[in-house]
Every structure is written in structure tokens, then in C-alpha cells.
């Protein structure tokens, strides 16, 4: 079965200073492991991708990526640079290797401009987001503009974890919480409740938003949110369709990506249905024949299986077969 992985990230030598603060978050023997294949883009990535049956690798900058540039200039030219870096790997092997855009969410309307180009003129198949931007988060007024373009284009922005700038006074003193053991999915499940109670949905119904690892935990959360919505809906805000998870089913889509897991996976086709689930390795910070292993014995039908694997990339990244 044709095997489609959409959160496959890489990092390039000039933008390796980005992503010092989720290098200190490993252990540095499982981090030096990781950055030869974060900068791997040919052998060893290739070869991985054979071993394990992935045909499609959607590449993507790794966390924080240019969203960490105080610059606001040079944010925007070198995420034109690495749109274009993707793109040639893409031309070199058009087979294997798909991509998402680069954004330089500094300024939301040359985010909105790149990721035009990017999908336009260079095949890219949205664009993901890692977390925050100084602070700014995807519900901004600002960064409407960005989905005003994702909409037109019917492409989705992938929101991806990175680490916050401040941390909640729970975590503190327990440094292990913070980062992807725990942290930055309820992070990442926040900043998509941002998203729905700022009215992101009501003004673009039809974009579409992808959280990896299974959702962030929110497919589990469907009932209670909209519980706790009836009981305290006190603050001057109305959604269009009523409840929250009225947006979770319409708007969101979630990867399996770091989570190889039956218990989420069933959840999540329960909570969200089957065309809105699709396969991901979290490669190379996850092992990636664990998670091939995982779809191919998941307790799951034919028909939802093929969805996840690619069929429901195909139609969401446009993927030609």
C-alpha cells in the first residue's frame, strides 16, 4: 500500500543556530543521531524511507525554524531560500519527496505573499507553523491574511509544537515536563482552541488545520469541551456553529506522527472520522519502521487504512498518485 508521511522534518547547516534550545532538550548521543539525519537529504534519508515502505516524505523545516529570526527582512528572504532549497530536492527526486513552505510569520501579509509562491510556483503543499512567533499566534489579527491565502489556495498550515517563551508556573521546577514529553502538546492543543474561539474558522470555514501527534490530545476532548462551553459561555464570544467541536470535526485534520499508539488511533477516527486522520513518522525524532509497523497492524479496516496511509494526503496535499 502507497505510504505518504507528511511530518518529515530537516535542517540545513545555515539554520542549525535556530533550533539550539530543542537541542538541548535531548540527550546529546540520541541528539548527534538525530542531526545526521535532520541534514541527511539524499542517502541515509532515502534509505530509511526504503527499509520502512515510506513512498513520500513531505519535508519540513524543524522547529523553531525561521519563526526564531528577530529579523524581520531576514526572516522573509530566508524563508524564500529554504522554499527554494525544498523545491530542488523535490526536482531531484519527484517521486519521493514532497514539501511544506517555510512562513516568515513576522509579517503576516509577506507570509501570506511566500506561501503563495511557495505553493503556486513551487509545488509546496501548504506550509507548517512551528507554535508561536515572537508571542503571535496563529489567531492574530495580523496573520489573517496568511489564512485568507490558505483558503484560497485549499491548502492547509501544519501546526507544529516548539518550545513556548514562557513556562506555566505548574511545570515549574519539573524541567522533564517541558518539551515534547508534555509540554508542548498542551501548547499546541491551546493554540488551536486560540484559533476556534478567535474566530479563525467563522472567517475561513473552509481552511484546514493539521496538528500532528494524534491531535494533541484533543480528539479525547470533544464532549467535555463542548460541556464546559454550554456551562460558562459568559465571555462576549459566539461561534458560528455553536460548539467547539463542531470546528474540531469540520476544520481540523491530525497525523499520527510520534504517536504509534491503537488507543489514540481509535479515538481519533471515532471523534474526527477517517478522511480527516493521515499517517506521519515524526522522522527522524521517532523511529520510522515503528511507525510503517504501526499502521500496518493497527486494528482498523482496509478501506481506513488505505485513507490514512495516503489516500486522504492525496487529497488534502493534492498528491497525485
Known amino acids: ?17 535556530y533550533s ?35 513512498d513520500v516524505a513531505v519535508l519540513s523545516l524543524t522547529a523553531p525554524g525561521i519563526q526564531a529570526e528577530p529579523d524581520t527582512q531576514l526572516a522573509v528572504a530566508r524563508a524564500a531560500e529554504i522554499n527554494d532549497f ?12 514532497r ?21 503556486e510556483q513551487l509545488g509546496l503543499c501548504g506550509a507548517l507553523v512551528n507554535a508561536h512567533t515572537f508571542g ?19 491548502v492547509p498550515l501544519y501546526l507544529h509544537p516548539a518550545n513556548g517563551f514562557d513556562t506555566p508556573h505548574v511545570i515549574a521546577g519539573h524541567p522533564e515536563l517541558v518539551g515534547p514529553m508534555w509540554s508542548w502538546g498542551t501548547d499546541t492543543a491551546t493554540h488551536a482552541l486560540r484559533m476556534i474561539f478567535g474566530g479563525v474558522f467563522d472567517d475561513f470555514p473552509a481552511a484546514k488545520l493539521l496538528l ?6 484533543l480528539p479525547y476532548s470533544l464532549w467535555r469541551l463542548d460541556s464546559r462551553w454550554d456551562w460558562h459561555r459568559h465571555h462576549g464570544i459566539e461561534l458560528e456553529l455553536g460548539h467547539p467541536s463542531e470546528y474540531l470535526r469540520r476544520n481540523l485534520y491530525v497525523t ?12 481519533a477516527l471515532s471523534a474526527l ?21 504501526f499502521l500496518a497492524a493497527a486494528p482498523v479496516s482496509d478501506a481506513d487504512r488505505a485513507k490514512i496511509s495516503h489516500q486522504n494526503a492525496e487529497r488534502l496535499l493534492h498528491i497525485t498518485p
Open 1 to 17: 500500500m502507497r505510504t505518504i508521511a507528511l511530518e518529515e522534518h530537516f535542517l540545513t547547516g545555515e539554520l542549525a543556530h
Open 20 to 54: 539550539d534550545a530543542t537541542r538541548d532538550l535531548a540527550q546529546p548521543q540520541i541528539w548527534k543521531v538525530c542531526d545526521s539525519r535532520l541534514t541527511d537529504l539524499a542517502e541515509q534519508r532515502l534509505a530509511d524511507m526504503d527499509a520502512a515502505g515510506v
Open 86 to 97: 525544498v523545491a530542488g530536492l523535490i526536482a531531484a527526486n519527484p517521486t519521493r519527496y
Open 99 to 119: 514539501g511544506f513552505a517555510a512562513l516568515p510569520l513576522q509579517d503576516g501579509a509577506a507570509a501570506a505573499r511566500e506561501l503563495e509562491r511557495a505553493v
Open 136 to 154: 503571535v499566534y496563529l489567531d492574530a489579527p495580523s496573520l489573517r491574511p496568511v489564512w485568507e491565502r490558505a483558503e484560497a489556495l485549499d
Open 212 to 217: 500532528g501527534h494524534m491531535g494533541e490530545s
Open 256 to 267: 499520527t506522527s510520534g504517536v504509534c499508539d491503537n488507543a489514540p488511533l481509535l479515538c
Open 273 to 293: 472520522g477517517p478522511e480527516h486522520v493521515l499517517f506521519a513518522t515524526d522522522y527522524p525524532y521517532e523511529d520510522i519502521d515503528t511507525a510503517t509497523a
